[in-house]
T-cell receptor, first 111, second 114 residues
Framework: DVKVTQSSRYLVKRTGEKVFLECVQD?????MFWYRQDPGLGLRLIYF???????EKGDIPEGYSVSREKKERFSLILESASTNQTSMYLC??????????FGQGTRLTVV | GENVEQHPSTLSVQEGDSAVIKCTYS??????FPWYKQELGKGSQLIID?????GEKKDKRIAVTLNKTAKHFSLHITETQPEDSAVYFC?????????????FGKGTKLSVIP
């Protein structure tokens, strides 16, 4: 059974904190993605990675960075959390041009 | 880049009726069109997808149609059941050159009324 696991389902952080969201997949997928989902805006791509140590900006990378030191793990970093980063964050992975598998999501609240 | 429009944003149907959700895309190079179902607490699951070399694909009560000329594709759910209630997202990507970047629509909240 394929699995994409996000480290937390719910997080509450303070403004200005550095926040790490972790995602691990066990399918040996090359591609990994971070999206945020907001009401009325759908899923928007923040960053993605096609290989270890490689990253590409998505549509809304401002205020975020990522790290992919190992193939199975893709981390999203909020360098200094702000209230407008309160959102649902979804991680996904895929193998080449096939189906993307999503994690359960992390609901982040920045207060 | 790609832009995907999805309509309607909300849809209510009576159990047993059909539901249709429509999406349009802007990039004529897009050639892969998946549909995802997002249920509360269950994450997002692929329910059906279509590639640009076919015009229609069916899987039991679910079908997807693609019109490449008009750059639109639609999800059809027949004989709807309460468990079909969820948020549905369409997406498009250009899977050429080994890339796989999905652009999503804004989602449709489907409610099936028993």
């Amino acid at each position: 059974d394929v699995k994409v696991t996000q480290s937390s389902r719910y997080l509450v952080k303070r403004t200005g904190e550095k926040v790490f969201l972790e995602c691990v997949q066990d399918m040996d997928h090359e591609n990994m993605f971070w999206y945020r989902q907001d009401p009325g805006l759908g899923l928007r791509l923040i960053y993605f990675s096609y290989d270890v140590k490689m990253k590409e900006k998505g549509d809304i990378p401002e205020g975020y960075s990522v790290s992919r030191e190992k193939k199975e793990r893709f981390s999203l970093i909020l360098e200094s959390a702000s209230t407008n980063q309160t959102s649902m964050y979804l991680c996904a992975s895929s193998f080449r041009t096939t189906e993307a598998f999503f994690g359960q999501g992390t609901r982040l609240t920045v207060v | 880049g790609e832009n995907v429009e999805q309509h309607p944003s909300t849809l209510s149907v009576q159990e047993g009726d059909s539901a249709v959700i429509k999406c349009t895309y802007s990039d004529s190079a897009s050639n892969y069109f998946p549909w995802y179902k997002q249920e509360l607490g269950k994450g997002s699951q692929l329910i059906i997808d279509i590639r640009s070399n076919v015009g229609e694909k069916k899987d039991k009560r679910i079908a997807v149609t693609l019109n490449k000329t008009a750059k639109h594709f639609s999800l059809h759910i027949t004989e709807t059941q309460p468990e079909d209630s969820a948020v549905y997202f369409c997406a498009a990507s250009d899977s050429g050159a080994g890339s796989y970047q999905l652009t999503f629509g804004k989602g449709t909240k489907l409610s099936v009324i028993p």
